[in-house]
């Protein structure tokens, strides 16, 4: 009897020491989960550089605003008196509305008042009124510096959004790197505490099989240091898994901009002991590089820089132009300048007009200005160019990690299999008396290693997937 129940608590020793040296895993029903596309969707609505991002493009909108006021009508007045020992030398007033527009004309209409005894003659005292045009003849006809800046400005507006893109694909991949860390951590809590769970089991057995003289002290020993090897392995990945949670929480924010602490009763969404690789679709690479060197922030926003400095070459150009400016004034008695001005047509009679001319003779800053807005021009275009083939090969590169990954996956998949027959073969010999538990121990280490490294491979698979996103520029 004494015989059968050692041979019986022997065959319970095996049956508590599966292939993958696990108990399966119950999840507490107050836990949690946390997924990839969760965590995507918490970090584009929530993150601080997500909002910082959507603030970029209302300044953008505020700076488009500014330009457009240097095309807003302008009121002015203008009014002096002077008397001096009794003498009133003059007075006047003059109010005056401008309003420029957009193809470099400027209109104005005024009034005036002039009264005095020491008044210029040039002057028309009393009473008078008008309307006017200002008009560019060459320099600043087809582009100025309001021009410039309002069209500049929306360019701007719309490379905004462009780079809020470009900020949240280089947030979302910091983001899901770490939350495939902190996935990875905890599967490798998992897997040790379910070790721990196995060993403790298997310490009770030989326990028992020691008392019954069936096995010797030293297997005791060894099955106490197993335990204890795995349980400060656990204490370490519960710590490791701890700082990631912390790594996490980092990118994880409430709706009204408060940092969230990530408890650690929230685990992954994801399972990487039963997540198939082999199953998942690789994307097609020549549709990723199609894709990126056409819709790619960065390479979007160099089209967005050319744009702008398209337009000051334009600016540049003017100054190549000599300044020749026409004003005309179509002058009214008193303050009903309509009724004078239907009088008669223009260049008759009441009317003021100026031509002025401004050549500089070498043109020298024009030439310069001119010249360094080209080579601006052609600078950018270089840079885009290598910018578009640090992208195509960031691409390439990182479709090449994905496949190494998933063949190497695979293959981890095979050992960890293999290290599975190994460890039941050793209990097979076990129970034929002709192995130990030192030999066990050894195989279920291996085991549990290989299932580490298989875990590890797998979090590196996603981790890659998403630098491929990234390098796309398609990861939002």
């Given amino acids: 009897m004494k015989l059968l129940y050692a041979i019986l608590s022997i065959v319970a020793l095996m049956i508590c020491i599966p292939a993958n040296a696990q108990v399966k895993y119950q999840q507490p029903d107050s836990l949690q989960t946390l997924s990839a596309k969760q965590l995507i969707e918490i970090v584009k609505q929530f993150h601080p550089v997500a909002k910082q991002a959507d603030i970029f493009i209302e300044k953008a909108k505020a700076d488009v605003t500014i330009a457009r006021g240097m095309f807003d009508p302008v009121l002015s007045n203008e009014s002096a008196e002077k008397t001096f020992d009794g003498t009133n030398y003059y007075y006047y007033n003059r109010p005056e509305l401008s309003i420029p527009t957009w193809f470099g004309v400027e209109l104005t ?8 005894n020491r008044t210029d003659p040039e002057e028309t005292k009393g009473r008078t009124s008008y309307v006017g045009i200002s008009v560019p003849l060459a320099k600043n006809l087809l582009m100025d510096k309001r021009r410039a800046a309002l069209q500049t400005a929306k360019i701007y507006r719309e490379a905004s959004a462009i780079e809020k893109r470009n900020i949240l694909n280089t947030l979302l991949l910091e983001a899901m790197k770490t939350y495939w860390t902190w996935v990875q951590q905890y599967m490798y809590y998992k897997t040790v505490s379910d070790a721990v769970v196995v060993n403790e089991k298997r310490v009770e ?8 003289g069936d096995r010797p002290a030293i297997d005791t020993a060894e ?7 795995f349980e400060l392995q656990k204490s370490q990945a519960w710590l490791e898994f701890q700082n990631t949670t912390l790594d996490l929480s980092a990118f994880l924010w409430t709706s009204n901009t408060q940092p969230y602490n990530l408890s650690t009763n929230i685990v992954p969404g994801v399972d990487l002991q039963t997540l198939n690789i082999a199953s998942t679709t690789l994307p097609e690479l020549n549709n990723l590089l199609v894709i990126a060197l056409k819709n790619h922030p960065d390479l979007m926003m160099y089209n967005y820089k050319l744009n702008v400095l398209g337009v000051e070459k334009k600016l540049k150009f003017q100054e190549l132009l000599p300044t020749v400016n026409f004003r005309y004034n179509q002058l009214g008695k008193g303050y009903e300048i309509l009724k004078t001005a239907t009088t008669g047509p223009l260049f008759k009679n009441n009317f003021q007009y100026g031509l002025s001319l401004d050549i500089p003779l070498r043109l020298s800053q024009g030439r310069g200005e001119y010249r360094k807005a080209k080579l601006k021009i052609t600078e950018t275009q270089l840079q885009q160019g290598q910018k ?5 090969n960031k691409v390439k590169s990182y479709f090449n990690e994905m496949l190494a990954m998933r063949s190497q996956v695979a293959l981890q998949e095979k050992t960890y299999k293999n290290y599975q027959i190994l460890q039941r073969g050793e209990e097979t010999r076990f129970q034929a008396g002709e192995s130990s538990l030192f030999l066990i121990n050894a195989r279920e280490n291996k085991a549990l290693e290989a299932l580490q490294k298989l875990q590890e491979l797998k979090a590196k698979y996603f981790k890659a997937e998403n630098n491929l996103l990234w390098a796309a520029g398609i990861l939002i």
Wanted: no cysteine.
């Fill in 109 to 116: 209409a005024g009034l005036e008042y002039l009264a005095g």
């Fill in 205 to 212: 057995l030989v326990k028992t099989a020691y008392r019954l």
């Fill in 223 to 229: 099955a106490f240091v197993q335990l204890q090897s």
């Fill in 388 to 392: 578009l083939q640090q992208i195509e």
